[in-house]
């Protein structure tokens, strides 16, 4: 703790990323990014945006953008907003729509981002245990709160919660705001975007990291009624009012404009975890039932940390959460088939040598 440091900042306990290590020939299935690489088109668009422009302030409202990602799901360009990453856009939603006297509820077993920034916006927070099964409970979401906030599918678990449940904490909390994190919904979900419309207090929030294979992009956006929307527009024009650059703009138009790359790479993904799920099981891992991009698995017999550890010798990283109630488990990024057979390779190696 420096002297110079305010009193916040000296407490605050900050998110942990995972690793992105400089080894040659890593197979590296620890951060949920998508084996498969952006669409040629984004390539192109970012290509095309090199020149004189740049010296040149980018649009701030991104209307291109809230354009495209409104045609794509069918809403008002006044229902959406963009930032710099989802991450960047939660932030903006604690600070602008889930800070109230009452604590934000969040599960006990979920993104671990929620709790950094409940501790830089001084949220107050109650965790909510999933059950025995790793599943939300909709049930447990009916107690007087300041706003709900999970990811759906969940990480790091990856269990999905059918819409109708959503909907029933959704309608059961109409005094709160309600955040669906869907940075995984791509990968064999539904959206909650659907329901908006019928709900002034849902907030539906995604990604382009994951299934659109731009996490170095930066790129995430929300959906919802125009009065939440209004909110984060606030909070982000007291904040920075240019949070996407020019590239990033081009980049993410031209992504939610190849429909079909995205369906290709999507369903290479879920071919892929189905895939890596039964070999899994095979050698004795019980894995929970996913529909993101990565399984969470636990050996009947080893620890994970020793697992993960081993398959770190081995060039391989998956990621090990140190944290009651899943420090057996494994968090493993679907790769491409060559990446998943290594894997398994290596398990293999581990466990019969
Ligand atoms: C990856 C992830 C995000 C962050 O996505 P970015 O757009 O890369 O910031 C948000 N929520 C969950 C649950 C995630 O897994």
Redesign the pocket.
Known sequence: MSKYWSSLVGELKPYVPGEQPKMANLVKLNT?ENPFGPSPKVIEAIQNELDDSLRLYPDPECQALKDAIAGHYGVNSKQVFVGN??????AHIFQGLLKHDKPVLFPDI??S?YPVYCGLYQVESKVIPLTESFEINPEDYKQPNGGIIF?NPN?PTGRYLGLEHVEAIIEANPDSVVVV?E??VDFGGETAIQLVDRYPNLLV?Q????ARSL?GL???FAVGNEELIEALNRVKDSFNSYPLDRLAIAGAVAAFEDREWFEHCCNGVIRERERLTEKLEAKGFEVLPSRANFVFARHRQKPGADIAAMLRDKGIIVRHFNKPRISDFLRITIGTPGQNNALLKAIGDVFFR
């Open positions: 949920n990453g989802s991450d960047e856009v939660l979920t993104y981002f990811p990480a994190d940075a995984y929030c990604t382009l990291s994951k996490a930066r790129v995430g």
